[in-house]
């Protein structure tokens, strides 16, 4: 193995790449999308469905050889890097998707939300946040093109909105 290491270009110490919780309504997905607007970043989901962040920045320790300049005091996570799970062996990580832009994932969460669902969280969340009212969201929303042609989105109660109504309605019997 003494090849591998010296054609090694240093791969997995160039990015780190944290498991976070999967997005699972707008807010969330909004979250997700915002960390794409940063450069070097990209969010993925692995084969088994767990979703992650990674995050290009090079380790100050690697040298313009791309080797450890601290090799000897490396932190433990580097030293359970071997070369049999080197990023040189095999670069098909098995993704199920790869997010490298915030429109990437705004077409997923679209996709996983469904297009009424994604059009009024978007309206309700963004009209809240500019503390408008959801009729001007919508249509400042629709003039912009950011609701789907018609904007079919109507101001009104989202799913969650109902499930809170609902909730509260179980409440005052």
């Not at 992650?52 to 580097?78: G, H, K, T, W």
């Not at 400042?140 to 509260?168: F, M």
Request: hydrophobic residues 25%.
């Amino acid at each position: 193995m003494a090849s591998l290491c010296e054609t090694c270009k240093g791969l997995c110490c160039r990015y780190f790449c944290f498991q976070i919780d999967e997005p699972d309504d707008y807010e969330e997905f909004e979250d997700v999308r915002w960390y794409l607007y940063h450069e070097g970043v990209s969010v993925h989901i692995d084969e088994d469905g767990d979703w992650f962040i990674q995050i290009m920045n090079p380790c100050q320790a690697l040298d313009e050889n791309y080797r450890c300049s601290v090799y000897e005091d490396r932190p433990l996570i580097c030293r359970g890097y071997s070369t049999e799970n080197c990023e040189v062996l095999d670069d098909d990580y098995g993704y199920r998707e790869e997010f490298t832009s915030p429109d990437q994932l705004a077409a997923y969460a679209r996709k996983t939300l469904g297009d009424e669902e994604f059009e009024k969280e978007m309206i309700k969340h963004r009209a809240k946040a500019h503390g408008m009212k959801k009729k001007h969201m919508r249509e400042h929303l629709l003039r912009v093109g950011l609701l789907s042609s018609g904007g079919t989105a109507k101001p009104g109660l989202s799913s969650s909105d109902k499930k809170d109504k609902k909730r509260g309605k179980k409440k005052k019997k």
